[in-house]
């Protein structure tokens, strides 16, 4: 559905996936069976010509309605990422290892951060992360930069932190990063540098990025930074009007990341990408759906998304608050809130937990530890213990599965 719905026109892959590629496009070529030698440098002659505003690529999101979205990135949006930046070493002596599966966009950060630079790419086998086969090709090809989501960032942290040692950058993004994970290894590798990246794949990549400090480790949430460079970020109201520091608003991107919309689906693309008040005449910013607010000191804090808040008992709550105020217990590793309706009308909050290593959570202990420090309509009505979080195959929190 998605090659169509892209309009490709040319597949490149091995005949070992003959069967689920053929037809799928107008020609398909077989890498291991037509590949030719490059002609000579004298006998190139660039046969297209793209400008900054031509399509690089189109990324598919899997989108909460289950019908991914193509997201059209163009040319701009991949030089202004990954060229010019600092959030990130790049250079011809850095080894990027390519983890996340095509359908997050992460893996554009690893792939062509790596290729604008002259780097090295390394590629994991198969579509889905697999914790011990990162740890062993981290050590095998002396990989410096690791991209994972938070979920799987801290799995590595707690079960695998063999697969940071030689890393010199590791980015954890994609949901909310974890304090305590992040404070764990940085204890563990003291020479690494670890950021917090934040972004839609509609902004190509990271939109903001924060380097962790040792202040931010006193903290209960690791803040998303600032913009990087080509790009900017607004906090607004409803009526898109910028809001003071420490207010809450609806985050929107702009500059040079921004796609130009979804494949076929004008509807979408004017809901999410709309006319931009702060910028100049015929600027566009995309509307995340993303909560978040601004620091005193110009540092972007992401709180939440706008449909993630459940009201309990009339109040509003956001379970990444609560989920970080377990997690926050020395005997848990991992917490996750969701609201549960299993009777129509009796919404509750459920907290599932992950015990430290070697650790036992007492569900009592833990609930009065809750009850301290949280509102009583945010301690959850039920608590549960399990021996991991589930994941998707992209490596973030399998919501449907808890």
Known sequence: MVVAEAGVGLVVSSSGLRESVEGLAERVVWVDEEWEPAPSAGDVVPSVVVGPDDVACVM???????????????????????????????????????????????FALE????????????LQPGQN????????????????????????????????????AGVRTAFTGGEAGSVAHVAKVLGLFPGLRVGNGYGPAESMGFTTCH??????????????????????????????????AGVVGEVYAAGAGLAHGYVGRAG?????????????????????GDLGRWRADGVLEYVGRADDQVKI??????????AAVLQAHEAVAQAAVVAREDRPGDKRLVGYVVPVTGREIEVDELRRFATGRLPRHMVPSA??????????????????AL
Request: hydrophobic share 40%; proline share 8%.
């Open 383 to 400: 608590l549960v213990v399990l021996e991991a979080l589930p994941i998707t195959p992209n490596g973030k929190l399998d919501q449907r």
């Open 268 to 288: 979408l693309t004017a809901e999410r990408f709309v006319a931009s008040p702060l910028g100049a005449a015929g600027e566009r910013m995309y509307r995340t």
């Open 211 to 244: 380097a962790v400090s040792g202040e931010d480790l006193a903290g209960s949430s690791l803040p998303v930074g600032r913009p990087v460079g080509n790009k900017r970020v607004f906090v607004l109201d409803a009526w898109l009007r910028p809001v003071p």
């Open 111 to 122: 792939l062509f951060g790596a290729l604008l630079h002259g780097a090295v790419c390394v």
């Open 60 to 106: 598919f999101t899997s989108g909460s309605t289950g019908r991914p979205k193509g997201v059209v990135a163009p040319h701009r949006a991949l030089v202004g990422t990954y060229l010019g930046q600092d959030y990130c070493e790049f250079g011809p002596g850095e080894v990027f290892l390519q983890c996340s599966p095509v359908s997050w966009d992460g």
């Open 129 to 164: 992360p697999q914790p011990a086969v990162i740890e062993g090709l981290v050590v095998e090809h002396g990989v410096t930069m690791l991209q994972l989501s938070a979920s799987l960032f801290n799995f590595l942290v707690d079960e695998h932190p063999g697969a940071f």
């Open 313 to 322: 008992r009339g109040f509003r709550v956001e379970p990444g608050e609560i």
